[in-house]
């Protein structure tokens, strides 16, 4: 019993600073809050579930975006018709205890959900979110974890699955979009110019 309440400690102490960066991530994977707000918590749940294959000295952060994403991709392949991928193959039930942790997890989760990520959707400009959220969501998703993340180019090629050419050229083509859209923005704003 003293190893499940060392490991949902550690867990606790490693991964919850992150779940407004994962709320934040959901949203605009789904664009619904009470399905965001599952989606991070199905994802905390694997996480802790998975807690004992995250390696030590490695980035928390990344591990936990990875889950997130593949829980999206498993979760919402149909609507959104995204490639298919399988995660988590093979795995054995819970046990009784592990079963009571995550439900301990899960009511911890919800209660901060409910209180810290309510606000994340004012951060932006309506239409500053929208360049964001219009941009394809392999372009949106490189972005956010590139730049409001501050990720890696290496966490996101393994997050994403892809290489980091890969990661590097999304990069490239997504700010050259929002670029785009936010220089029309800026005009309808009149930051600029209307007759350059």
Same mark, same amino acid.
């Given at each position: 019993m003293r190893d499940d309440d060392n490991k949902r400690k550690e867990f606790e102490e490693l991964a919850m600073p992150h779940i407004d960066a994962l709320y934040s991530m959901a949203l605009r994977y789904i664009f619904n809050k009470e399905e965001a707000e599952d989606l991070v918590q199905e994802t905390y749940l694997k996480a802790y579930r998975f807690f004992s294959t995250f390696q030590q000295g490695t980035n928390i952060k +990344?591990?936990?975006?990875k889950i997130l994403r593949n829980t999206f991709i498993n979760k919402y392949r149909k609507a959104t018709n995204m490639p298919g991928e399988v995660l988590y193959e093979g795995l054995e039930t819970l046990s009784t205890e592990q079963t009571? +942790?995550?439900e301990d997890i899960s009511g911890k989760l919800t209660d901060t959900l409910a209180t810290r990520c309510n606000n994340v959707s004012n951060l932006m400009e309506d239409d500053i979110k929208h360049a964001i959220e219009s941009l394809p969501l392999e372009y949106r998703e490189a972005i956010l974890l590139s730049?409001?993340?501050?990720?890696s180019y290496k966490d996101i090629s393994e997050i994403a699955n892809v290489p980091v050419g890969t990661v590097k050229s999304r990069l490239n083509r997504g700010r050259k979009l929002l670029q785009k859209s936010l220089w029309e923005y800026a005009k309808d704003r009149g930051f600029i110019d209307r007759r350059k």
């Open positions: +990344a591990w936990l975006f009571t +942790a995550q730049d409001v993340e501050e990720l």
